[in-house]
């Protein structure tokens, strides 16, 4: 069974960095999409952005585009996330989710990792 798993979060300065990691076991098809939502405490779990495994093609949300850069490793089985120009608002736990379509609703990814926090102090 396919199993995700984040990791590379943590406190960050706002202004700063952060680059999370994706990595999945078992094969990741071309036919694949990455995504990833965040949810902060008390909110929706919100789409953030995605790749298409097979051709790199990424889509973002309007909040984070210019911002956060979506790739992928094909050789490591790894997606990534990096965050750039950090804000307190994007400060949340991170997911990364596979699905087949690039869909932006969170319904649309069956498997889940466990989720990465990043916190951003002001």
């Known amino acids: 069974q396919a199993q995700l798993e984040e990791s590379g979060g943590g406190l960050v300065q706002a202004g700063g960095s952060l680059r999370l990691s994706c990595a999945a076991s078992?094969?990741?098809?071309?036919?694949?999409?990455i995504g990833w939502f965040r949810q902060a405490p008390g909110k929706e779990r919100e789409y953030v952005g995605a790749?298409?495994?097979?051709?790199?093609?990424?889509y973002y949300a309007d909040s984070v585009k210019g911002r956060f850069t979506i790739s992928r490793d094909k050789a490591d089985n790894t997606a990534y996330l990096q965050m750039n120009s950090l804000s307190p608002e994007d400060a949340a736990l991170y997911y990364c989710a596979r699905g087949t379509s690039d869909s932006t609703s969170a319904t649309d990814y069956p498997v889940w990792g466990q989720g990465t926090q990043v916190t951003v102090s002001s």
């Open positions: 078992g094969r990741t098809f071309s036919s694949h999409i």
């Open positions: 790749i298409r495994w097979g051709t790199g093609r990424t």
